[in-house]
């Protein structure tokens, strides 16, 4: 079975613009979830979507939105960047079942911002 | 709210030594744990999990034992090798919790192993 993609792998944008990144998660899941990894705040939980709503979210400000299509695959925006948005942005996939779920990560996203 | 803590490092290592990396945990509910490992520009693997105290998950010769009683999941590897080199972050999913659904992590142990 293919693993979580994401793309683009590495990006460069300014401050002020927007940025969209995508997650295809692998076949059969249907929960994708977005986090941020910084070297000073290590990994921070973004959102969760499943079947096309978002089930929960982190403590992120409103700049960081997301959507997620009939397929599954999952798209992350963050509209007017910061410098401080430069981060690799991790994408996980997951059965979502009546027990315990184990996310599965695709190789990330690097953002870097100007 | 949820958090783990686990030791940063660098921790520094011969090759063939005993590995332990503590973690310890705090959940308001029946947390799941995991340990995951990131390699040096890749995305987050999962190394293994345990669902239930006293479970042990194991994988590559790593082992980590669900231990309720004082809320850790300590990894161990009796002897590690170079390829081992990477970050390990220690996690947990709780959803019982009341807080967000998403895992909670430790800082990441960066582990150097040299020949």
């Known amino acids: 079975k293919a693993g979580v993609t994401q793309t683009p792998r590495y990006l460069i944008k300014t401050r002020g613009q927007q940025v969209t990144l995508s997650c295809s998660p692998i076949s059969g899941h249907r929960s994708v979830s977005w986090y941020q990894q910084t070297p000073g705040q290590g990994l921070q939980f973004l959102f969760e979507?499943?079947?096309?709503?978002?089930?929960n979210k982190g403590n992120f400000p409103g700049r960081f939105s997301g959507r997620q299509f009939s397929n599954s695959r999952s798209e992350m925006n963050v509209s007017t960047l910061e410098l401080g948005d430069s981060a690799l942005y991790l994408c996980a996939s997951s059965l979502v079942t009546a027990g315990s779920r184990t996310q599965y990560f695709g190789p990330g996203t690097r953002l870097l911002v100007l | 709210g949820d958090s783990v803590t686990q030791m940063e490092g660098p921790v520094t290592l011969s090759e063939e030594a005993f590995l332990t990396i503590n973690c310890t945990y705090t959940a308001t509910g029946y947390p799941s744990l995991f340990w995951y490992v990131q390699y040096p520009g890749e995305g987050l693997q999962l190394l293994l999990k345990a669902t239930k105290a006293d479970d042990k998950g194991s994988n590559k010769g790593f082992e980590a034992t669900y231990r309720k009683e004082t809320t850790s999941f300590h990894l161990e590897k009796g002897s590690v090798q170079v390829s081992d080199s990477a970050v390990y972050f220690c996690a947990l999913s709780d959803p019982g919790g009341g807080g967000a659904d998403g895992l909670t992590f430790g800082k990441g142990t960066h582990l150097i192993i040299q020949p």
């Open positions: 979507y499943f079947s096309e709503t978002q089930r």
